[in-house]
């Protein structure tokens, strides 16, 4: 079964629209992060939670607002989006003090 | 700020070959040092690990990885490789400041298997 679980898996937007991407781990870690990986550059970091607070923010744009409504939710909110904003999205957790961080599967998201 | 350099985007290799990626780091100090691979359309999966103590560490499927502090290095090896071992590896180091610390990335190495 998959421990960390992101939907939807595609998705395709217009500009100027709104999404949320959607992440869920199963594995009973406390932290959990945002990534971004496209064409133009090498995976990135963008946000960081710990215990449901926000612990370190990569993300320049006020659009990407991750939204922690669960211990094991992190959820990405991007609004007005662009074309740049196409990229897969990913999302990854650990537990407290270890550093190793587990990924999940990925949204693949297409800005029109 | 700490940066990860991986200087090969792309090696092949033929099969049953040993195999070395090469890996860099720029930090004042030790950071935790990681390796990822990434199979094609899928997420990426932890390969092996260094946080301290001895310098050469065993991760899955027969990859280990050394770590040299004097050469600011943490070099990817196998013995032998298989078909299946193509994918997109990537390194990542931490500066473990503990809790939610970031992963930085270098760009990734495909490797390439030739039968």
């Known amino acids: 079964d998959p421990k960390i679980i992101q939907k939807p898996k595609y998705l395709v937007a217009v500009t100027g629209s709104e999404k949320i991407l959607i992440c869920e781990q199963y594995l009973g870690h406390n932290a959990m992060y945002w990534y971004r990986q496209s064409a133009k550059k090498p995976l990135e970091f963008m946000f960081s939670y710990s215990y449901q607070k926000l612990m370190d923010n990569q993300t320049a744009s006020s659009r990407f607002q991750p939204q922690s409504s669960k211990k094991n939710h992190l959820d990405l909110q991007i609004t007005a989006l662009k074309p740049d904003d196409s990229a897969t999205y990913f999302c990854?957790?650990?537990?407290?003090?270890?550093?190793?961080?587990?990924f999940g599967p990925g949204t693949r998201l297409t800005v029109l | 700020a700490q940066s990860v350099t991986q200087p090969d985007a792309r090696v092949t290799v033929s099969e049953g070959a040993s195999l070395q990626l090469r890996c860099k780091y720029s930090y004042s100090a030790t950071p935790y040092l990681f390796w990822y691979v990434q199979y094609p359309r899928q997420g990426l999966q932890l390969l092996l690990k260094?946080?301290?103590?001895?310098?050469v560490v065993q991760g899955v499927n027969g990859f280990e990885a050394e770590f040299s502090k004097s050469n600011s290095s943490f070099h990817l090896r196998k013995a032998s490789v298989h078909w299946s071992d193509s994918a997109v590896y990537f390194c990542a180091v931490s500066i473990g400041a503990g809790g939610a610390d970031r992963l930085t990335f270098g760009k990734g190495t495909q490797l390439i298997i030739q039968p």
């Open positions: 990854a957790s650990s537990q407290d003090r270890e550093y190793e961080q587990y």
């Open positions: 260094y946080y301290s103590g001895d310098p």
